[in-house]
C-alpha cells in the first residue's frame, strides 16, 4: 500500500487541533438533535463514536461536515469554521451510503470528486492512483460502478472521500453490509492511514471495530456525549473491578426473572446477567438460585467489554 | 395463489403517488386540456386575420369588402394598430401589406387594385380588368383557401347590383341587344337591385370606417378574378418541415431536459450531492454546471434535428446558420432552466416523472407543438404565450420560413431569455432545501 500523499497546503497547520466542537446545539423542531456537545481531537487521533440509532450522531457528523447549521456553538477543523472552503479541503468525508455515480467507472468517480475539489492534471492523476491503490481497485479501476461487488462499491466509497488528500477523515459506518474478507481489508486500509497519521472520526455499531481501531470512544445519546474516554478507561469506570457472570438457569414460570431482579441482575434472552467484584461471589449466587429452587444449565464468566459499557450507559430499550 | 398476487400489485400501485398520478390524472388532465382546446372552438371559432388594402376606392369595391367584413370568420386590419410612436397610423398599402405578410403578422393581405371596380365580374376572367390579388403566407395553407372561398361569397351576396348589371352586359355582348321592352324591365329590375345594394352600402359604412374587421377569399375560377401569390416561402419545398423540426423538437428538449435535470434526485437519494456540497462546489455552482449541461444537450438535439431534416426534407438549414444558433441557445437555454425548475420542485423521480409529462404535453399542446396555433381560438393563442414551445416555433419560424434576419428576433429571444433567467433563479431559491439542514 503506497504512503498517502500528504497535501502540502495543510502541513503548516501541525499546532491546530483537527477538530474543536464547542458547545454545540441543533434542534429540529421540538427534537433536540445534538444538545450541547464539545469534543477536541488530537492530530494523528481515531476517535470511535458510538451510540443508539437516533442518539445524535449523524447530525453531529453533518455539523462537522458542514452540512448543518447549528442553532448554537462552533465546529472548526484545523482553526477553520466548519463549511467554509478551507475546512472543506482538510476534510474528508465518507458518508455510509454509497454517494457514487453508478454508471460512471471507479477510476472516472474518483476523477469527478478530485476535480469537485480543484484537483487537476499531474496532481489529480497522482491521487486517483493512490487512491485505486489504496482500496485494491487496480483490476476494476475501468469497471462501471454498478457491475462492482458490495465490498468494492464501500473502498471505492472510502476511496473517494479520500481523493484530495484531506488531513481529517468522517467515516460512518464504512462496513455496513460487506463480507468478513471485504471488512478486514477496509479495517487495513485504515490502519494503513493511521499509520501515516490521519486524524479519523469513526462511527459503527460494531463494538469490535471500534475497539481495534479507534484510540478513544465517545458515546452518544440523546443528543449528548455521555462517556469519552479510552477502551480501558470506559470500562473501568463503568464497571472498575467487576466482571459479569452470565447464567442460564430453568425453573417455573415467572420464578426465574423474579429471583433475577431480586440478586440485582438483568434477564437476557433466557440468560441472566449479574454484576460481581471477584470470582468468591460466584458460589454465593450459586447457592442462591439453587434454594430458590432454580437449576442452572450453564454458567461464564466475562470481564467487561465495549459493548457491556455501552448497554450499560444506554440502556437496553430498543430506540426505534 | 392469483389473489394474493392481485393485492400485493394494489397495495404497491397504492402507495406509488407517481404512479397513482400518471394512472389517473396524467389522463383527465389532457383529455380536459384538450377539451378545452377543442371542444370549446364552437364558441370561439378561430378568426383568420387578414389586411385589406382598397386600392380601386369604387362603390364596388367598398360593397365587396363591407361584406367581407360582416362575415364572421374573418378579422379584417386596413392599418396598423396605434401605437405611442404611431397613435394614427397610415392605412396599409400594397407594398406595406405584403411587408406585414412576410414579417408573420397576417397569413393572408387582400389588395383590390385601381381599375378593378370598371369590371368587377368576371366569369370567365376575360373582364378586361385587373383582377384582385391575394397576398399568402405558405406556411398557412388554410387561411388563403378560406379567404378566396368567402370573397366569391361577397361577391353574391353583398353586390347583387353589379352583378346583375354585369351579366347584362355579358348577354348584350354574346346573345345580342335587348328589345325596348326588355330593357326597361331589366333597368327596372337594376334599379331595384342598385337601392338594395346602396342600403347595404350604408349599413356597412360604419363598419367600414373602423377599419379592422372584414372577410375575403381567393379563387381565380370564381365569379370575381383573384390571383394568388405567395409572398412567404414560394421557393421553398416542404412549407411545414421547419415548423415541425421546431415544434417536435422543443417538446422532446423539455422531456430531455427534466429527465437529464433528474439526475439531481438521484444524486440527493444516494448521498452524492450531500458529497458535492461538502467539496468545493457550491449549489450556485452546482446547478449552473448542471444547467450548461443540459443546454450542451438541447442545442446538440436540436441541431441533429435540423440537420435530419437538411439531409431528408431539404430543410435549407446552412444558409440560416446564424438565425439558427440564436434560436437555439436561447430555446436551449429556456428548457435547461426549466428542467433544472422542475427538478427542484420534486421530491422523487416518480413525481418528476408525473409532473414534467402533465406539463410538457400541456405546454406542448398550447404552444403549437402539437398543431399550429393559428388553428386554435383567439384566446388559446393568447394562452401560447405562457408557454417556451410558443416563442421558440415563432423565432424557429421567423428564422427558416421567413428568411427573416437574426435582428428580428429580439422579441423571442428577449422571452426565452427571460423566461431562462426567471426559472433558474427560481429553481435556485427551492434548491436551498438541499444545502443545509
Redesign the interface.
Given at each position: 500500500m503506497s504512503t498517502y500523499p500528504h497535501s502540502p497546503s495543510l502541513s503548516p497547520l501541525p499546532l491546530l487541533s483537527p477538530l474543536q466542537v464547542n458547545a454545540l446545539v441543533k434542534r429540529?423542531g421540538q427534537v433536540v438533535a445534538v444538545d450541547d456537545i464539545s469534543l477536541e481531537m488530537r492530530a494523528g487521533e481515531c476517535l470511535g463514536l458510538l451510540g443508539p440509532n437516533g442518539a445524535g450522531k449523524s447530525?453531529l457528523i453533518?455539523a462537522i461536515?458542514?452540512?448543518?447549521?447549528p442553532d448554537s456553538g462552533q465546529v472548526a477543523i484545523f482553526g477553520a469554521s466548519a463549511g467554509s472552503?478551507q475546512a472543506?479541503?482538510a476534510?474528508g468525508?465518507v458518508?455510509?451510503?454509497?454517494?457514487?455515480?453508478?454508471r460512471l467507472s471507479a477510476t472516472e468517480n474518483l476523477r469527478s470528486?478530485g476535480s469537485?475539489?480543484?484537483l487537476t492534471g499531474k496532481k489529480l492523476d497522482q491521487a486517483v492512483t493512490w487512491c485505486l491503490d489504496w482500496a485494491a481497485l487496480q483490476d476494476r479501476a475501468g469497471d462501471l460502478v454498478s457491475t462492482l461487488s458490495g465490498g468494492m462499491k464501500r473502498r471505492l466509497n472510502m476511496a473517494?472521500?479520500l481523493i484530495?488528500q484531506p488531513r481529517l477523515v468522517l467515516m460512518d459506518e464504512p462496513t455496513v453490509g460487506v463480507d468478513p474478507q471485504s471488512r478486514n481489508r477496509i479495517f487495513e486500509m485504515i490502519e494503513a492511514l493511521r499509520a501515516e497519521g490521519m486524524t479519523i472520526i469513526y462511527t459503527t455499531h460494531y463494538m469490535e471495530e471500534a475497539e481495534r481501531l479507534c484510540d478513544r470512544i465517545a458515546i452518544v445519546d440523546h443528543g449528548r456525549i455521555i462517556a469519552l474516554d479510552t477502551r480501558e478507561a470506559l470500562v473501568h469506570t463503568s464497571f472498575a473491578s467487576r466482571s459479569q457472570v452470565l447464567a442460564r438457569l430453568e425453573g417455573p414460570p415467572g420464578k426465574v426473572s423474579e429471583w433475577v431482579e431480586s440478586r440485582r441482575g438483568r434477564l437476557v434472552e433466557n440468560t441472566a446477567e449479574f454484576t460481581i467484584e471477584g470470582p468468591k461471589e460466584i458460589a454465593a449466587l450459586l447457592d442462591a438460585a439453587s434454594d430458590a429452587g432454580l437449576e442452572l444449565v450453564d454458567l461464564s464468566l466475562r470481564r467487561p467489554n465495549l459493548e457491556s459499557v455501552f448497554l450499560h450507559l444506554t440502556g437496553r430499550e430498543l430506540r426505534d | 395463489m392469483i389473489t394474493p398476487i392481485v393485492r400485493t400489485a394494489i397495495l404497491a400501485l397504492r402507495r406509488d403517488r407517481g404512479s397513482m398520478v400518471l394512472s389517473f390524472v396524467v389522463p383527465i388532465a389532457f383529455f380536459s386540456i384538450f377539451a378545452v382546446i377543442f371542444g370549446g372552438q364552437h364558441d370561439t371559432v378561430p378568426k383568420i386575420k387578414i389586411i385589406a388594402v382598397d386600392e380601386d376606392q369604387t362603390s364596388a369595391s367598398q360593397q365587396l369588402l363591407s361584406g367581407l367584413e360582416n362575415d364572421g370568420s374573418l378579422t379584417v386590419l386596413t392599418k396598423p394598430a396605434p401605437t405611442k410612436e404611431q397613435p394614427q397610423p397610415t392605412p396599409y398599402t400594397a407594398a406595406t401589406a405584403e411587408d406585414a405578410v412576410k414579417a408573420g403578422d397576417v397569413s393572408v393581405a387582400l389588395i383590390v387594385p385601381h381599375g378593378w371596380g370598371a369590371n368587377p365580374i368576371s366569369f370567365r376572367g376575360d373582364s378586361g380588368a385587373p383582377s384582385i390579388q391575394l397576398l399568402s403566407d405558405q406556411s398557412d395553407v388554410i387561411a388563403p383557401q378560406m379567404v378566396g372561398g368567402l370573397l366569391q361569397k361577397a361577391a353574391m351576396t353583398s353586390m347583387p347590383y353589379t352583378m346583375a348589371e354585369q351579366g347584362m352586359k355579358y348577354t348584350e355582348q354574346y346573345l345580342g341587344a335587348y328589345t325596348p321592352e326588355q330593357r326597361k324591365k331589366m333597368e327596372d329590375t337594376l334599379d331595384r337591385l342598385r337601392h338594395l345594394q346602396s342600403d347595404q352600402g350604408k349599413g356597412n359604412a360604419g363598419s367600414a370606417s373602423s377599419s379592422s374587421t372584414s372577410s375575403s377569399g381567393s379563387n381565380t375560377g370564381g365569379i370575381i378574378a383573384v390571383t394568388t401569390r405567395s409572398v412567404v416561402g414560394e421557393n421553398k419545398k416542404s412549407p411545414m418541415i421547419s415548423f415541425y423540426a421546431a415544434a417536435i423538437g422543443v417538446m422532446f428538449l423539455l422531456f430531455t431536459s427534466t429527465g437529464s435535470a433528474g439526475a439531481l434526485l438521484d444524486e440527493a437519494e444516494?448521498?452524492?450531492l450531500?458529497?458535492?456540497?461538502?467539496?468545493?462546489?457550491t449549489m450556485t455552482g452546482l446547478l449552473a454546471g448542471k444547467l450548461v449541461f443540459n443546454i450542451l444537450l438541447a442545442f446538440t438535439q436540436l441541431t441533429l434535428m435540423f440537420l435530419w431534416a437538411w439531409a431528408v426534407f431539404k430543410l435549407d438549414f446552412f444558409t440560416h446558420i446564424p438565425g439558427f444558433i440564436v434560436m437555439g441557445l436561447c430555446t436551449a437555454f429556456a428548457v435547461a432552466a426549466f428542467g433544472i425548475l422542475l427538478a427542484s420542485v420534486c421530491r422523487t423521480r416518480a413525481q418528476l416523472g408525473a409532473l414534467s409529462t402533465l406539463l410538457v404535453l400541456t405546454m406542448s399542446a398550447i404552444g403549437g407543438s402539437m398543431f399550429p396555433r393559428y388553428l386554435m381560438s383567439e384566446a388559446m393563442q393568447k394562452a401560447g404565450l405562457w408557454t417556451i414551445n410558443a416563442w421558440a416555433i415563432d423565432g424557429f419560424t421567423k428564422v427558416f420560413w421567413r428568411d427573416l434576419p437574426v435582428t428580428a428576433l429580439w422579441q423571442q429571444v428577449s422571452v426565452l431569455l427571460a423566461i431562462g433567467i426567471v426559472l433558474f433563479a427560481v429553481a435556485r431559491r427551492i434548491a436551498r432545501r438541499w444545502e443545509?439542514?
Open positions: 429540529f447530525t453533518r461536515a458542514g452540512r448543518v447549521i472552503p472543506r479541503a476534510l468525508w458518508p455510509q451510503d454509497l454517494a457514487l455515480y453508478p470528486f469537485y475539489y480543484g473517494a472521500g484530495h | 444516494s448521498g452524492a450531500d458529497r458535492v456540497l461538502s467539496s468545493r462546489i443545509y439542514a
